[in-house]
């Protein structure tokens, strides 16, 4: 039973955070409104919503192609239509010559480069629209263990987010994704590292 009134005291609490931000007017003597604000219905939002695949590969200064894969991506709107989730899983089949000779300068075995080889990846995304100034902002948490805040706006037909990573990734990216048609897009994000060394991926996705 305590445990019970715990959670229930956690559960009231969050509303109470949240909705203090939805009263309808600025009198303290008003009882917060539980009316939930209009979910995401914008035209770029719906257009995201479903599945997609496609390709990806990655250029790290010099070195073109280091890494290429195949990749799935899932968008839907979640919590009352409130955010968009984005899941994404991808996963390596190829890695550059010069790569791998990277890989065994540093004392790799060839099992170990093998793992990496057919290795995959996750990433997990929430992020919604500022309804005060129309600005995009979420999260971002990946297999590697990185966390990243970013935000963002939308163009006509691209989206812009900029991120600061953390957690285990350091550094900054910016990523533009532009709408080519109903069932097709271009993503290309450009890493800039804490030694100042630039990395790209680029994307292409089709609708399932």
Not at 15 to 27: I, P
Not at 84 to 111: C, E, F, M, T, W
Request: charged share 25%; glycine share 10%; hydrophobic share 30%.
């Amino acid at each position: 039973m305590k445990k019970l009134f715990i959670v229930l005291s956690f559960i009231m609490l969050a509303m109470a955070s949240c909705v203090s931000n939805h009263k309808s007017k600025s009198d303290s003597g008003n009882i917060p409104s539980l009316k939930p604000p209009k979910s995401l219905d914008d035209q770029w939002s719906k257009w995201l919503i479903g599945q997609w695949e496609g390709t990806a590969k990655s250029d790290f200064g010099e070195h073109k192609d280091w890494v290429t894969g195949d990749c799935h991506t899932s968008f839907e709107l979640v919590l009352n239509g409130q955010f968009i989730v984005r899941k994404g899983q991808a996963r390596i089949i190829s890695l550059s010559d010069d790569y791998i000779k990277q890989l065994k300068g540093q004392n790799l075995s060839d099992s170990d480069i093998e793992k990496i080889r057919y290795s995959t990846f996750e990433n997990i995304e929430y992020y919604s629209i500022d309804p005060k100034t129309g600005e995009l902002t979420g999260y971002l948490f990946d297999s590697l263990g990185c966390i990243a805040q970013g935000t963002g706006k939308r163009e006509g037909n691209k989206e812009i987010i900029n991120w600061i990573w953390s957690g285990k990734g350091q550094g900054t990216s910016v990523r533009v994704t532009e709408k080519i048609n109903g069932n097709n897009f271009i993503s290309i994000e450009k890493y800039t590292l804490p030694d100042g060394s630039i990395m790209e991926d680029r994307v292409e996705m089709t609708r399932q």
